[in-house]
């Protein structure tokens, strides 16, 4: 960490000599402008500490992104917030529509089979959703996204080393509501969605729903299929989402709230774009990178739905009692065609299936001098999975099993105000968490599909499985938080700040031996930063941070009871580390022009991966590169207001830039260069308000920007020419993100 450590002396000392600045000038601000108008800035309330607090006074760093921001910037899916937070990537990368790649500060989770878990926690109403499949979640009744940077171990807990993404929906009050919107674009785009509240009594019993039908036609097609009667649609659409929502609140110290959802995404799978032409068949590279090549089926399917029950107790004026209870599943049948050509030289059907049960108890105190959230989780997860790789037109290399998780853990964080300027923050977490899997490993010399009829006519028998794994494995562990905060006055606060965060351990899904489990992953991290607002119009949020990755898990060759073996399976053979920055700055410039901008910069870079030569380690993080993190993202917004006779126009922009980075981390053969994103929003609301319309035009430059890809090549040769690989055909596949597209939304609320 020498290196890291100078850097981050550097910076610390550059935050600091700011704040001296800042520090004086608030002073004077606080002189000059105490009878100034406080409307400029929006106040701004996030729950990133289980609490309701405000964005200015959390020492955290956190993005919120909320319902009016998402709507008038256009976003309808859940991955566009990564252009407003610094150092993120979101991004449904691969096979299909909903399977979430999610990376915080170049710490992630980069394969999404089952056994692996996420880097990055995505909660919905603080229910954790424990896999990446179905975790692309469209915008339904959302009160406002949150993006939690670094770890958040000791309130979230396991899964959460890179971050946390909250999706907070609306909460019921008032009269009854029903709002419609129908969204109409190129590529045939169809979104139309429903949502309205009830009050069955008065103040007393809401019953809440939404519903959205979304579909377009792909921005490309599969030009030639080894399958008579498909859809040749790719990157198409073709989701239904619902949500319905009890709220009860009986007395002024209980409130009950019953959330049920279930999305049904009929996508087709997604096929690459083959960045090589393909030595085994005769096809071209397609003209369009939309445009692919299959011999699976292109029906994919991903089932999801989830329930859960929220009781609150408020015993008094400071104290409370909270219960979550909640459980959800997935059910996915993909095809996965890995070498996107109408041959099967490397094709993947596949069945994802998870279930997964949990119950948070929090006791909470909110006093004048003390606040603190403690509580009690348990979850219990099933996740279970089943492919059949099938290679050279022939064979079929079959995987199956699952890997079962049951943890508990205790947790307390609190904040105590030393003077009325100085405070102190600890935390802590324990965490035990019990894992058992199995994995079948068997090789057809036939070609075989995970179900009957996967395609017209074929019968799956009942064939036997080979169980190679069969494990069980507990850890335990404590996560701590420490925090310091100065509130240099109303309107400036610094802080500091070091916490820890793991990923589960687990079980290699793809072993062919009884290999043992891998221990969990660990990043341990500091923050120095500052929240301030200046004159009543400018917000400035600006953090550094340093952390270190470790015992992260790859597959490499590691010592084997027998010395002369060379055994290469899962083992904790990773390290990294990683420095930066991040700016957040808002400016209300006048009652209708406002500016926003963020800026992150990160340097990351492997320190140390180990692989077994027979008589000690060897070090190749060389040949590493820390995936899916830009050097530098950033985003600058400006939103102007046009007041009417025939109602209101709000008018926005922003430009998104992403510096390059690699899509995979071994070898780095696989670079986005750097690019950018051009949005422009036109939005209308009527004088009555209950008519609303909006235009949106995204990447107005259709630029052509990979999301997410897969080498199976052999390498190049020393003169620079593609080998052959796993198939025997030069695989690089890449997946690409959204091209140019318009829109128009018409609303009707009342």
Not at 76 to 82: A, L, N
Not at 102 to 123: C, K, N, S, T
Not at 305 to 315: R, V
Request: hydrophobic content about 35%; some cysteine; overall charge negative.
């Amino acid at each position: 960490m020498k290196r890291y450590n100078k850097k981050l002396s550097y910076l610390a000392l550059a935050i600091a000599s700011a704040l001296t600045t800042n520090i004086a000038l608030a002073e004077e601000a606080n002189e000059s402008t105490t009878a100034q108008d406080n409307s400029g800035l929006e106040r701004i309330e996030v729950t990133a500490r289980k609490t309701v607090e405000t964005l200015q006074n959390v020492p955290v760093a956190v993005t919120s992104i909320g319902a009016e921001q998402l709507e008038q910037n256009g976003i309808s899916v859940m991955t566009e917030v990564q252009q407003f937070s610094p150092n993120t990537t979101l991004q449904s990368s691969r096979g299909t529509n909903s399977t979430l790649t999610a990376f915080i500060r170049g710490v992630g989770q980069e394969d999404p089979l089952w056994g692996y878990e996420p880097g990055v926690g995505i909660y919905v109403d603080d229910v954790y959703i424990a896999r990446p499949q179905g975790a692309v979640l469209d915008i339904l009744d959302v009160e406002r996204i949150e993006v939690l940077r670094g770890p958040q171990g000791s309130l979230y807990g396991k899964n959460t080393i890179g971050g946390a993404i909250k999706y907070v929906t609306k909460k019921m009050s008032g009269d009854a509501e029903f709002d419609i919107k129908a969204t109409f674009g190129n590529y045939a785009r169809q979104d139309y969605k429903v949502a309205g509240a009830v009050p069955v009594v008065d103040d007393k019993l809401y019953v809440g729903f939404a519903l959205a039908s979304l579909s377009r036609d792909g921005y490309g097609e599969f030009l030639q299929s080894g399958l008579p009667g498909q859809d040749l649609e790719n990157y198409n659409k073709d989701v239904f989402a619902g949500r319905v929502t009890v709220e009860f609140t009986p007395t002024d110290d209980w409130f009950f709230r019953f959330n049920y959802d279930n999305t049904q995404d009929d996508s087709n799978a997604k096929g690459g774009y083959r960045l090589l032409p393909s030595i085994v068949t005769d096809a071209p590279i397609p003209d369009s990178v939309y445009d692919s090549y299959t011999s699976l089926p292109t029906k994919n399917v991903v089932e999801n739905e989830g329930w859960s029950l929220t009781a609150e107790y408020y015993i008094n004026d400071y104290w409370s009692l909270k219960s979550v209870t909640a459980a959800r599943e997935n059910y996915s049948p993909t095809n996965i065609d890995f070498d996107n050509t109408p041959l099967q030289i490397f094709d993947v059907p596949a069945i994802y299936d998870d279930e997964q049960f949990s119950q948070e108890i929090q006791l909470n105190y909110n006093g004048d001098n003390l606040s603190f959230v403690s509580g009690l989780y348990y979850f219990d997860g099933e996740s279970c999975g089943h492919y059949d790789a099938i290679i050279f037109q022939s064979l079929t290399a079959e995987k199956s099993g699952c890997n079962n998780s049951e943890s508990y853990a205790v947790y307390a964080q609190g904040s105590y105000n030393l003077t009325e300027k100085l405070s102190f923050t600890l935390g802590a977490r324990y965490t035990e968490e019990e894992k058992d899997a199995n994995v079948n490993d068997d090789l057809r010399f036939s070609i075989e599909y995970p179900e009957s009829n996967w395609i017209p006519g074929y019968t799956r028998g009942d064939l036997p499985v080979t169980e190679v794994l069969n494990g069980n494995k507990t850890w335990s562990r404590f996560t701590p938080k420490v925090g310091v905060e100065y509130q240099v006055d109303e309107d400036m606060m610094v802080f500091a700040s070091y916490s820890q965060g793991f990923k589960s351990g687990t079980f290699n899904p793809r072993a062919s031996t009884n290999e043992p489990a891998v221990n969990p992953e660990i990043v341990d991290s500091v923050e120095l930063g500052i929240k301030s607002e200046w004159f009543n119009q400018l917000r400035v949020n600006a953090t550094v941070f340093a952390l270190e990755h470790k015992d992260r898990q790859y597959k490499s060759v590691v010592p084997n009871e027998d010395p002369t073996v060379l055994d290469s399976r899962l083992g904790n053979i990773g390290q990294s580390e990683a420095i930066g920055l991040e700016l957040e700055v808002e400016y209300a410039a006048t009652e209708s022009l406002s500016f926003n901008f963020a800026l992150g910069y990160i340097d990351s870079e492997f320190t140390e991966v180990l692989s077994w030569n027979g008589t000690g380690y060897d070090d190749i993080s060389d040949i590493y590169t820390v995936a899916n993190t830009p050097d530098t993202t950033a985003n600058f917004g400006v939103t102007y207001d046009i007041e009417t006779s025939v109602g209101t126009f709000v008018i926005n922009s922003n430009y998104y830039y992403r510096d390059d980075y690699a899509l995979v981390e071994l070898d780095n053969r696989l670079t986005q260069d750097a690019y950018g994103l051009l949005n422009l929003g036109i939005n209308w609301y009527s004088n009555e308000g209950d008519w609303t319309a909006a235009l949106h035009w995204k990447n107005i430059t259709d630029e052509e920007y990979m999301v997410g890809a897969y080498d199976f090549t052999g390498g190049q040769d020393e003169e620079g020419n593609w080998l052959p690989g796993f198939g025997g055909d030069t695989t690089l596949i890449a997946y690409y993100g959204d091209p140019t597209t318009i829109s128009l939304t018409i609303g009707y609320q009342f």
